[in-house]
């Protein structure tokens, strides 16, 4: 799958990788994980803590209704990409920044209009209010983190509830950042399965509002080691490579001491 940051195709990516996982591995627990993650404990303290643990996943969502209109907007609408316009960038700066008030109201204003994308050059968005949805009293729509852990038998929900509920993978296939939302809504609508509201990962955001985490760094290292995270989240190695060394011996170290036991 070519995948296209905020795309349905990372969603569809994920669930092929999960389809995969489930007929080629014998696996208790599924991870998903970036180039940019990596250890902050040893693997085998994670496993112990999987193997011990009464949740079924660990999903880090909140309901749709929670979080306001903008988060809203992105799965109560279905949007239809718009051309790409390669010289935008010789409209004046003037004409450029009216553009922009333009698209902060009509997102602001609740109308059944919405205007998502230009962020990673990606293409702009036009959202419509949908008129058919999956959301009801009973079926919730929740966003969150798309890093998560899955136990096997959450996986194999996500795949049969997709293979059995055509009409939810085909709203969510035409809404904006389906990934942040598919895997959450449904997993947290299954009352028979135990979900815990934590994604396992260390992640630092910006008080600005940013929409990305900071990258962490050697300042960092001491708060991140002693979260009991399996994770960390962002790491740059142009940023800082020293972090990545400095946490390699640390985990060597701590794998000897329990070989050692």
Not at 95 to 101: A, E, G
Not at 137 to 142: G, I, K, L, S
Not at 227 to 245: E, N, T
Request: hydrophobic share 40%.
């Amino acid at each position: 799958v070519s995948v296209g940051w905020a795309d349905f195709t990372q969603t569809l990516a994920l669930l092929r990788s999960f389809k995969w996982a489930a007929n080629k591995v014998d696996f208790r627990w599924l991870s998903v994980i970036s180039g940019q993650d990596y250890p902050l404990r040893p693997l085998t303290i994670a496993e112990q803590d999987l193997r011990d643990t009464a949740f079924d996943a660990f999903v880090e969502a909140d309901p749709i209704t929670t979080l306001g209109w903008a988060m809203f907007a992105r799965y109560y609408f279905h949007y239809l990409k718009l051309p790409r316009f390669r010289h935008y960038y010789k409209v004046p700066a003037s004409l450029q920044d009216q553009l922009r008030k333009i698209r902060l109201t009509i997102n602001r204003s609740h109308s059944p209009i919405h205007i998502e994308g230009g962020m990673r050059n990606t293409r702009l968005a036009l959202g419509i209010r949908a008129l058919r949805h999956p959301f009801n009293d009973r079926f919730h729509c929740y966003k969150g983190s798309d890093w998560f852990t899955l136990s096997r038998k959450a996986v194999n929900y996500v795949l049969d509830f997709t293979r059995d509920n055509p009409s939810f993978f085909n709203h969510f296939r035409r809404t904006y950042l389906a990934s942040e939302a598919y895997v959450p809504t449904i997993l947290w609508n299954n009352k028979e399965l135990k979900i815990a509201n934590d994604n396992r990962r260390f992640i630092l955001w910006d008080t600005n509002g940013s929409a990305h985490p900071i990258l962490l760094t050697h300042e960092h290292f001491a708060e991140m080691t002693a979260s009991g995270k399996d994770f960390g989240r962002k790491f740059d190695m142009k940023l800082d490579s020293r972090i990545l060394d400095e946490l390699d011996r640390t985990l060597d170290a701590r794998r000897s001491n329990l070989a050692g036991k």
